[in-house]
């Protein structure tokens, strides 16, 4: 089960991968992003590694477009994390095993049966494939207001990428090591959450 989920992970990093433009289009480089939307202080342009050194617009615009994607991504992540925590849908995943029967976070990893994964791949390809949406129409607002949400959604991705990550990293060393944050007395503490 881990090899396939594995080989369907590489499978679709591909998918993230740009074709090679032509040598004869014109690149152009623009220098500086440090006016862009998403630098705040106090941390302003942050590119401690010069990832966007000699980097052309396009390429810029196509990075942006991969920032906003993964934080959406990120944001329904930590939307699972915390709704299965306090919520078990009522049903079946698969014939003879309940949907409250799967744990939350990482230990439903190995708990999800086969056609569990096979629902979960078909519902996120048929909404990527579907849902499509063009991030290039902006919205009916004055150019301030779609400069502030554009930025706000920015951050909020950027926050849930890394509470994301937290939440992995803490659930994966409590499976690994129960207890390990002493919070055992407070789980046991609340009914609501095993149901």
């Known amino acids: 089960m881990r090899a396939i989920i594995l080989a369907l992970a590489f499978g679709s990093a591909s998918a993230f991968v740009a074709p090679k433009a032509a040598a004869a289009s014109k690149v152009v480089v623009k220098a500086?992003?440090?006016?862009?939307?998403?630098?705040?202080?106090?941390?302003?342009?942050?590119d401690p590694l010069g990832l966007s050194t000699n980097l052309s617009e396009e390429e810029f615009a196509r990075y942006r477009t991969c920032e906003l994607k993964h934080g959406r991504v990120a944001q329904l992540c930590v939307l699972g994390y915390v709704a299965t925590e306090t919520y078990k849908w009522p049903g079946e995943i698969a014939p003879g095993i309940k949907f409250a029967d799967i744990p939350s976070g990482v230990a439903a990893i190995n708990a999800i049966p086969a056609l569990g994964w096979m629902q979960m791949i078909f519902a996120i390809g048929a909404t990527d494939y579907y849902g499509y949406f063009d991030f290039k129409t902006a919205p009916d607002l004055d150019d301030e207001e779609l400069a502030k949400r554009q930025t706000q959604e920015l951050?909020?991705?950027?926050?849930?990428?890394?509470?994301?990550?937290?939440?992995l990293r803490h659930d994966s060393q409590n499976l690994m090591s129960p207890g390990f944050d002493g919070m055992d007395h407070l789980i046991t503490g609340l009914p609501f959450i095993y149901q």
Do not use: N, T
């Not at 500086?32 to 942050?46: A, H, N, Q, R, W």
């Not at 951050?155 to 939440?167: F, I, K, N, T, V």
């Open 32 to 46: 500086d992003y440090s006016g862009e939307l998403g630098v705040l202080p106090p941390v302003g342009f942050f």
């Open 155 to 167: 951050q909020h991705g950027r926050l849930a990428m890394l509470a994301s990550m937290e939440l």
